[in-house]
């Protein structure tokens, strides 16, 4: 992977790493996860970086005090965040409700917001300076469920970096305990949204049956991935233009296709090309459905645990590049509606019958949409993030996972960032596709490069 071209040169001075407990007592028990949630693909930390700027009317208040203390005030309502994960039986993950805590660190750089300029578009380069030191081999049954830092920047804004066992919560779960500690740290007494275990509602049923196809996690031979070792990073910003030129390219009946959508089937279709896989082949494009509606009724509200799919739309390599634009945009949007109340029992029961076995990643890629998480918009007290979102450009174990965060660009223009990583020529053949899909004559000013 390619390190960034920034020259920007800096310190964090990071204090010891401490454990923060719960502020009062919690119920000392053993919580089973579901089998959505026990999945080997989500068994990593993820990390958001969210950045916030200077607030005068803050002037006397010390980010880390306010928000370490909200953070004990938090643990008391999502106190299995406080526990450790232990593995019982046919390898299945339950919380030790131990209440032992989540790390948190208390930095200082050396540097200003200024400073970063334009790398503050997501991904934020210089991510691993503000992320919690831990060793990525370290078993995640001894490691705390939320590795926190939060350091100051020399002007008085701040940076607020959250990892996350993934196991425990999926990006709206994590959004929703963020908003509570933000609610705790503007002073409020309980969260806003009480939190809601209710594991139950995903575990397998008895007895286990898969009722429905699930492509995501056919297993099939990837001859090819060896070659994917050393990648180079670019994210792209989609603003208004782009998202009416990508629109343009639709037939009258798919004009209701959401932004999502667009952005994911130009990904696919410039990425296939960029990879010049074989015709003949097939290929994935994975994406993260949000199910909690799709229950009925609705999974309750404040439910904070993993409650999504990953519906994979499949073509071959031939038909993908070879169609409209329309083919792959239709692939997508239909793909999504297959995730039903009976689709998720149905992948439930999977993950029991084949041992939790993981994503297909051959000739694949899987893209979350972010941007209803809206990690921009936690407010500690300081006002709405200038920049929230994850702390690296891939999305899980494998390269081919992205995902689509919102962003206002320097310009004031409001648009949605997608990080993309491959090997350096097959990113200069997907951005030569884009910028054809696009009709502009020279290269996008919307690409932004970190080589």
Same mark, same amino acid.
């Given at each position: 992977?390619?390190?960034?071209?920034?020259?920007?040169?800096?310190?964090?001075?990071?204090?010891?790493?401490?454990?923060?407990?719960?502020?009062?007592?919690?119920?000392?028990?053993?919580?089973?996860?579901?089998?959505?949630?026990?999945?080997?693909?989500?068994?990593?930390?993820?990390?958001?970086?969210?950045?916030?700027?200077?607030?005068?009317?803050?002037?006397?208040?010390?980010?880390?005090?306010?928000?370490?203390?909200?953070?004990?005030?938090?643990?008391?309502?999502?106190?299995?965040?406080?526990?450790?994960?232990?593995?019982?039986?046919?390898?299945?993950?339950?919380?030790?409700?131990?209440?032992?805590?989540?790390?948190?660190?208390?930095?200082?750089?050396?540097?200003?917001?200024?400073?970063?300029? #334009?790398?503050?578009?997501?991904?934020?380069?210089?991510?691993?300076?503000?992320?919690?030191?831990?060793?990525?081999?370290?078993?995640?049954?001894? !490691?705390?469920?939320?590795?926190?830092?939060?350091?100051? =920047?020399?002007?008085?804004?701040?940076?607020?970096?959250?990892?996350?066992?993934?196991?425990?919560?999926?990006?709206?779960?994590?959004?929703?305990?963020?908003?509570?500690?933000?609610?705790?740290?503007?002073?409020?007494?309980?969260?806003?949204?009480?939190?809601?275990? %209710?594991?139950? @509602? @995903?575990?397998? %049923?008895?007895?286990?049956?898969?009722?429905?196809?699930?492509?995501?996690?056919?297993?099939?031979? #990837?001859?090819?991935?060896?070659?994917?070792?050393?990648?180079?990073?670019?994210?792209?910003?989609?603003?208004?233009?782009?998202?009416?030129? !990508?629109?343009? =390219?639709?037939?009258?009946?798919?004009?209701?296709?959401?932004?999502?959508?667009?952005?994911?089937?130009?990904?696919?279709?410039?990425?296939?090309?960029?990879?010049?896989?074989?015709?003949?082949?097939?290929?994935?494009?994975?994406?993260?459905?949000? *199910?909690?509606?799709?229950?009925?009724?609705?999974?309750?509200?404040?439910?904070?645990?993993?409650?999504?799919?990953?519906?994979?739309?499949?073509?071959?390599?031939?038909?993908?590049?070879?169609?409209?634009?329309?083919? *792959?945009?239709?692939?997508?949007?239909?793909?999504?509606?297959?995730?039903?109340?009976?689709?998720?029992?149905?992948?439930?029961?999977?993950?029991?019958?084949?041992?939790?076995?993981?994503?297909?990643?051959?000739?694949?890629?899987?893209?979350?949409?972010?941007?209803?998480?809206?990690?921009?918009?936690?407010?500690?007290?300081?006002?709405?993030?200038?920049?929230?979102?994850?702390?690296?450009?891939?999305?899980?174990?494998?390269?081919?996972?992205?995902?689509?965060?919102?962003?206002?660009?320097?310009?004031?223009?409001?648009? !949605?960032?997608?990080?993309?990583? =491959?090997?350096?020529?097959?990113? #200069?053949?997907?951005?030569?596709?884009?910028?054809?899909? =696009?009709?502009?004559?020279?290269?996008?000013?919307?690409?932004?490069?970190?080589?």
């Amino acid at each position: 992977m390619a390190s960034s071209s920034s020259s920007l040169s800096f310190t964090v001075h990071k204090c010891q790493a401490e454990l923060v407990t719960p502020a009062m007592p919690t119920p000392d028990e053993t919580k089973l996860l579901s089998e959505i949630d026990d999945q080997s693909y989500l068994r990593f930390h993820y990390s958001i970086i969210q950045i916030y700027s200077n607030e005068s009317s803050m002037a006397n208040k010390d980010p880390v005090r306010v928000i370490r203390r909200a953070l004990a005030q938090a643990l008391v309502f999502y106190y299995p965040f406080a526990g450790r994960l232990r593995e019982g039986r046919g390898r299945k993950l339950m919380v030790d409700c131990s209440g032992e805590g989540v790390m948190f660190v208390e930095a200082d750089a050396d540097v200003t917001l200024d400073q970063f300029g #334009d790398d503050i578009q997501p991904p934020f380069p210089y991510s691993e300076k503000f992320s919690c030191d831990v060793p990525e081999t370290e078993e995640i049954t001894k !490691l705390p469920l939320l590795l926190i830092q939060v350091t100051r =920047l020399k002007c008085g804004s701040f940076i607020v970096c959250t990892g996350w066992n993934h196991t425990m919560a999926d990006g709206a779960g994590l959004s929703q305990f963020m908003n509570a500690w933000a609610d705790m740290a503007r002073g409020a007494k309980s969260p806003s949204v009480a939190p809601v275990w %209710r594991r139950e @509602l @995903l575990m397998a %049923r008895d007895p286990p049956r898969i009722t429905c196809r699930h492509r995501e996690y056919e297993q099939v031979h #990837d001859g090819d991935a060896a070659s994917y070792s050393e990648l180079v990073h670019r994210s792209f910003f989609f603003g208004p233009r782009q998202i009416a030129s !990508l629109r343009r =390219l639709l037939p009258h009946n798919l004009r209701h296709c959401t932004a999502f959508d667009l952005i994911t089937a130009c990904l696919w279709r410039c990425r296939t090309k960029a990879l010049q896989i074989p015709p003949e082949e097939d290929v994935r494009m994975m994406c993260i459905v949000n *199910a909690r509606n799709r229950f009925n009724p609705p999974l309750p509200v404040g439910y904070y645990g993993n409650a999504f799919a990953y519906p994979a739309a499949v073509t071959t390599a031939g038909k993908l590049c070879s169609n409209s634009f329309g083919y *792959a945009a239709e692939l997508i949007h239909n793909v999504k509606a297959e995730v039903t109340e009976e689709y998720m029992h149905s992948v439930a029961d999977l993950m029991l019958i084949k041992d939790r076995c993981m994503l297909t990643t051959a000739r694949a890629c899987l893209v979350s949409d972010l941007t209803r998480a809206r990690f921009r918009d936690v407010d500690f007290g300081w006002g709405k993030a200038v920049s929230g979102a994850p702390a690296k450009g891939s999305t899980g174990p494998f390269y081919g996972g992205t995902h689509i965060v919102s962003y206002k660009n320097p310009k004031g223009e409001d648009g !949605l960032v997608l990080p993309l990583w =491959l090997p350096a020529e097959p990113m #200069d053949r997907f951005v030569k596709e884009l910028d054809h899909m =696009l009709t502009t004559p020279t290269p996008p000013a919307f690409i932004k490069s970190n080589f």
